[in-house]
């Protein structure tokens, strides 16, 4: 009753079965059947998006946004999407055709490859493998390809300067974000996305490991290229990055694939330290889960747009330095101290556990803005000491003490 | 035929073309997204068998970094990406040779081999083979001293890259 999803699976397999397929092909056409209703469903989620995106970025920009079409504007993004079709498509001259065409479907399809493994329900799960952290990891590398594809195949140079950014960027937060990933692996002991959730019954991870929570999702965005980290399309520089030559559909492509790999990040950093679909009632009644999953998901949507529209682009040389000498550090630290603890209480309560994790985490941000604030402080005296500037002759003739 | 059959011989026939193109098209981009087709094949391959690992990884250290190291050096030589030269030097026939004998030497050696016919034993739903390598790989019985000297090389790989990178004053 309360898991219409397995309920119907169950049905149709029977069903298949009746009709004397062999269990081989039952499993093959269930499998396939998943695949399709998974991604429809992802899919049609990612054109409701346009409209989210757009109306929240009206509000943090103190104007409404689209409210012409249908009730709150609904039915602006199938607008959208028309319009977007019916656009001409244009392969630049010079480009590599089949290399610049597959880099758009290359953006969206890893997105979808994600959610594979992403656990919206206790029961609702595409594939509960047991490396999902991995995988995931793994889908990342694909989606940089994507990127480099479309920065080379464009035949362009500021398409090529984007693509080589994206390569500097995502390799490096890679680092971090694994890292840092590796702490709900520890603390549940497990690398399948719904162990790590199930693991959360007690105490959600965000309150045992709030760094790592962090960390994880400052190298997120950085991996999905939005602001402060959108270096990779920064308009006032390289015009549009990697996705310059693109027109129409293919430009959809991509603009979809973002929004939805946000969403995407937004969910997997729910169940990673959220509870996923953790909730009341959600055991028994796993259609709940699915809602306090999308609830989450959505909510750290809200959050990374709030953090895009309210932060200026980062420099490129901050970037780096803030990804290497910065969150590398730090996560590091962080794993340590968390691996250290978690052998020592073992045995121990669990709120003992839990608060000791937390104070172990509060000390660590505490000593890190202490370094920060004496590193700020240097910084500051050697920007303001007085250096030597070049002066007209004429002035300094006049005043030679200058 | 079972389906996974038919599965298998779809990704195994991809992995071969891809890897035949990898070696054969002019155009460098071409072939290093070539190979990393045939790589994800590989990978493919791995979970057919239910490694999951062993796929994951693939597609992490083939994929992820090496097959994006190589493009990102094609890219930044972009007048070598549009050279077609010859495929092959003169040293074709003895390569031709040492494939067709390490071909027949593995053939021959699994001529009797009897994996082909026996089915693979069933699991153990309890049984975690992620949880049980990476015991082995720090068990003292097990792989601990290779897994060390591969970290110990690993981090002399790494302060090299350092050394090299330093900048003098």
Not at chain 1, 315 to 325: A, C, E, Q, T, V
Not at chain 1, 333 to 355: C, G, Q, R
Not at chain 1, 376 to 388: G, H, I, K, T, Y
Not at chain 2, 125 to 141: F, I, K, T, Y
């Amino acid at each position: 009753m309360g898991d219409p999803v397995t309920s119907i699976a169950s049905w149709l397999e029977n069903l298949l079965l009746g009709w004397g397929l062999s269990p081989g092909w039952v499993v093959f056409v269930m499998t396939v059947l998943g695949v399709f209703i998974l991604a429809t469903f992802v899919l049609v989620l990612d054109i409701f998006l346009v409209w989210v995106e757009r109306k929240v970025v009206a509000r943090f920009q103190d104007r409404l946004g689209p409210n012409r079409l249908g009730p709150f504007g609904l039915i602006q993004p199938i607008a959208d999407v028309i319009k977007l079709l019916i656009k001409e498509d244009i392969t630049p001259k010079g480009a590599d055709r089949i290399v610049f065409n597959l880099a758009p479907i290359m953006a969206l399809a890893t997105v979808l490859l994600l959610w594979a493994v992403i656990p919206m329900a206790p029961t609702i799960v595409g594939s509960d493998i047991n490396v999902g952290v991995l995988y995931i990891v793994a889908i990342g590398a694909l989606s940089t390809l994507g990127i480099i594809m479309a920065g080379w195949a464009s035949n362009n140079k500021y398409a090529l300067v984007g693509a080589f950014r994206t390569v500097a960027q995502m390799v490096s937060y890679e680092v971090p974000m694994v890292i840092a990933l590796l702490v709900p692996v520890l603390l549940a002991g497990s690398m399948g996305i719904n162990s790590i959730v199930g693991a959360q019954n007690q105490l959600w991870f965000v309150f045992v490991a709030p760094i790592a929570a962090l960390i994880v999702l400052i190298t997120s965005i950085a991996e999905l290229g939005r602001a402060p980290f959108d270096l990779i399309e920064a308009e006032s520089e390289i015009v549009a990055g990697f996705h310059i030559e693109y027109t129409g559909m293919k430009f959809g492509l991509f603009y979809a694939g973002e929004l939805l790999h946000t969403l995407t990040v937004g969910a997997l950093i729910s169940s990673f330290f959220l509870g996923g679909w953790r909730g009341p009632g959600a055991e028994a009644y796993p259609i709940l889960g699915v809602g306090y999953f999308f609830m989450k998901a959505f909510f750290l949507y809200w959050v990374i747009m709030w953090i895009k529209y309210s932060l200026p682009r980062i420099r490129i040389d901050h970037m780096l330095n803030f990804n290497w000498k910065f969150l590398t550090p730090l996560s590091l630290v962080v794993l340590i101290v968390t691996a250290i603890l978690h052998k020592v209480l073992e045995n121990s309560d669990f709120w003992v556990y839990a608060v000791v994790m937390l104070a172990a985490n509060l000390l660590i941000g505490w000593v890190t803005l202490q370094i920060l604030r004496s590193r700020a402080r240097v910084e500051r005296q050697r920007v303001a000491e007085p250096r030597s500037v070049a002066v007209p002759p004429s002035s300094t003739i006049s005043n030679p003490t200058a | 035929m079972t389906a996974l059959q038919i599965v298998f011989f779809i990704v195994a026939v991809v992995t071969i073309f891809a890897g035949l193109m990898a070696v054969t098209v002019g155009n460098l981009v071409h072939a290093a997204l070539w190979l990393i087709l045939s790589l994800f094949g590989v990978a493919l391959s791995f979970g057919l068998l239910s490694a999951g690992f062993l796929a994951v990884a693939q597609v992490i250290v083939y994929i992820g970094a090496i097959a994006i190291l190589i493009i990102f050096a094609i890219m930044l030589t972009r007048r070598v990406a549009t050279d077609i030269g010859s495929q092959i030097n003169s040293g074709w026939p003895w390569a031709a040779v040492i494939a067709f004998v390490l071909c027949g030497g593995l053939i021959w050696m699994l001529r009797e081999w009897p994996g082909f016919s026996t089915l693979p034993p069933q699991m153990s739903a309890r049984a975690d083979s992620l949880s049980m390598l990476g015991m082995a790989l720090v068990s003292p019985n097990a792989y601990v001293i290779p897994f060390e000297v591969a970290s110990v090389l690993l981090l002399a790989a790494l302060i090299g890259a350092i050394i090299i990178a330093w900048e003098r004053k």
